[in-house]
């Protein structure tokens, strides 16, 4: 007798449906997850921001205190080797050739000597970010300044104290005049925090931070800290003169936040 054709079972059919339903549903789910993560931007801190720095705030700029600087006070704490060779690219810095600083500057970085010595670095990077900001690259000055600053992130005693405080015055003062008040907020607070570990704080930097962190605090809507930060600078620069002796932008550093002050 042929044999009779086996039917199918029901049951394992509706296994295998539902089995298939769950790969289908947990395969959409992934994908939707996926979706969502590659959709969010990058979270970073404020100081980290990657847009191009074009847009002057000259508003700023008028009542900011300070410039972008080399702080040559920090070459204390390095070799005497370091110190002299920083001594010549002081020179080279001076006679405007800039580009060749940051060569020597570069290479300086890759000898083994310095790749153990944090404190010398950092000074070093802080030689390269001022170059750049110089040849009016601003990204890049922004680059190497953070650059020096995760070197001392890790470090504690003096010589960190004063080359953060540097580092971040500089980092601040780029944010801030090219229109990003918050990030140079952060770099601010960075600075001050380094310096106030100091005795006693260097009464100009000091001034001009505070000074300088309180225009950020005002153009982000915060009044109220920004008049502490004004406050708190006149106890490193004097406010006595009087208003009618101010000239534009040349104006004395107390004329200024006294200014900042009335305002």
């Not at 847009?55 to 300070?66: E, I």
């Not at 080279?92 to 000597?113: F, S």
């Not at 953070?146 to 080359?163: P, V």
């Not at 140079?184 to 005795?199: G, K, Q, V």
Request: aromatic fraction near 10%; glycine fraction near 6%.
């Amino acid at each position: 007798m042929p044999k009779k054709p086996k039917k199918p079972n029901p049951g394992l059919s509706l296994r295998n449906l539902w089995l298939w339903v769950t790969v289908g549903v947990v395969v959409l789910v992934i994908l939707l997850f996926l979706s969502r993560i590659l959709s969010q931007p990058p979270k970073s801190e404020p100081g980290r921001k990657t847009a191009e720095l074009t847009k002057v705030d000259l508003s700023a700029y008028t009542r900011m205190l300070g410039k972008v600087y080399i702080d040559t006070t920090v070459r204390t704490f390095l070799s005497p080797e370091l110190n002299r060779q920083l001594v010549s690219i002081d020179t080279m810095i001076e006679n405007r050739e800039l580009r060749d600083a940051i060569a020597r500057l570069t290479k300086l970085l890759q000898k083994k000597e310095l790749r153990k010595d944090s404190i010398g670095q950092a000074v070093v990077y802080g030689y390269i970010g001022f170059s750049y900001n110089e040849l009016a690259q601003p990204q890049s000055a922004l680059v190497e300044f953070q650059k020096g600053l995760e070197l001392t992130h890790a470090l504690s005693g003096r010589a960190a104290s004063c080359i953060t405080g540097w580092l971040a015055f500089n980092t601040g003062y780029i944010f801030q005049y090219y229109s990003y008040p918050e990030s140079a907020l952060f770099y601010y607070r960075l600075a001050e925090r380094s310096l106030s570990t100091l005795t006693p704080s260097p009464a100009d930097l000091a001034g001009a931070i505070l000074n300088n962190l309180g225009v950020a605090a005002e153009f982000i809507g915060d009044s109220i800290g920004a008049k502490e930060a004004f406050i708190r600078a006149t106890m490193y620069i004097d406010t006595t003169v009087s208003l009618d002796q101010s000239r534009g932008l040349n104006a004395a550093p107390a004329l200024r936040l006294k200014r900042n002050l009335h305002r």
